[in-house]
């Protein structure tokens, strides 16, 4: 789910009293993928959104975002100084075992060279064919 939409239902949510229901759903959900990270800076309403959903996804569900923003950016993209960044990005929230894969190169076959970190597969280099 892009991250501006889901912002919007939480928005949403709170206005038409589907708030904690949202979250609850959103909880269960296996895997869910963010994309879209710091596009804009967040408000204060949903830098506490943020906050709730991975605190009840924590430990249970994975949760995997992308951005095209460097991760070296996401705290001033999270807005208010360093403590709710450092909140919303700290190990117990999203990044418990975090894997990092920065795209390197993108080619004419779109063939994309990627380096993978913290996993087992660090310092690898992995290359994807995706010219069909």
Do not use: N
């Not at 990627?114 to 280099?125: D, F, I, M, T």
Request: aromatic share 4%; hydrophobic share 40%; with cysteine.
């Amino acid at each position: 789910m892009r991250l501006p939409r889901l912002l919007d239902e939480f928005s949403i949510g709170r206005a038409d009293g589907r708030y904690m229901k949202l979250l609850k759903q959103l909880a269960r959900i296996g895997v869910l993928l963010i994309d879209d990270w710091g596009l804009a800076v967040l408000d204060d309403a949903h830098r506490r959104d943020l906050l709730e959903l991975l605190d009840d996804r924590h430990g249970s569900r994975s949760t995997i975002v992308t951005s095209q923003l460097p991760i070296e950016h996401w705290h001033a993209a999270i807005g208010d100084g360093i403590m709710v960044a450092d909140a919303l990005l700290s190990p117990r929230r999203l990044s418990t075992t975090p894997e990092r894969v920065c795209l390197l190169s993108l080619g004419r076959r779109h063939l994309i060279t990627c380096r993978v970190e913290g996993s087992p597969l660090a310092q690898q280099l992995l290359t994807i064919d995706t010219f069909r």
